[in-house]
């Protein structure tokens, strides 16, 4: 569960957060996917998710 404040906490010190992902899909074969409880916790902290996929 994320900490409901973490996203005001880290903005009131002038802060800034970022969550790397990496998606490896050597076969080219399948879809990047961020499960819907990971965009949810994303969405309630201010953030945004952004795929950048590697073949």
Not at 2 to 12: G, M, S, T
Not at 22 to 39: F, K, Q, T
Not at 44 to 51: P, R, V
């Amino acid at each position: 569960m994320p900490r409901a404040d973490l996203h005001e906490l880290v903005r009131r010190q002038g802060g800034k957060m970022a969550m790397c992902c990496y998606w490896m899909n050597e076969a080219g074969d399948r879809v990047p996917d961020v499960p819907d409880d990971i965009r949810a916790m994303m969405e309630a902290m201010g953030g945004t998710i952004e795929i950048d996929e590697y073949r």
